[in-house]
């Protein structure tokens, strides 16, 4: 266990660390969460075609309303917090890369209705789009990474135990 939390923790440090970096915000982040809002624009158009989105801005065109996706709202914070768990149970790379990827999709698919939710919630009601958002949608997110964490850890091989590492 103690092996868990100390790889946990460096792996974590580590990864928030190289995501605050100006090169990784400029080439990676930033871009990124622009798609987000593209993504999340392309999902609302065929069900209501007064929505735009550029950079990494959503926005109303008939309202004006608009919300602009910012750090800690792009799931990649909880795509670390989850890479940082994956890395540091032992299994194989392979179960590892696997769990990763699959937890990935599904962080940003829980993301992409969170997003357009507090964007329809936002130009409906400033009051409940402040509290869902600060409060309801991220204990939302990380109960998402922490059910992938699960599932990830139920699929493993029983064969395992805590202070080994798996090859492969």
Known sequence: ????????????????TLELLAPVQTHVIIPFTEMLAKISAAVILPFDNSVVAYGKILQFRDSGFAVSIEAGCNGVEATIVLVAAVVAFPASWRARLTAIGLGFLAIQALNL?????????GNWNLSFFEWIHLYLWP?????????????????LPSNVSPGETASG
């Open 139 to 155: 204990a939302l997110i990380m109960l998402d990474v922490l059910i992938v964490f699960i599932v990830y850890l139920r699929h």
């Open 1 to 16: 266990m103690a092996r868990f939390v100390i790889l946990f923790v460096v792996v974590l440090v580590s990864l928030f």
């Open 113 to 121: 209705v969170r997003i357009i939710s507090l964007f329809y919630l």
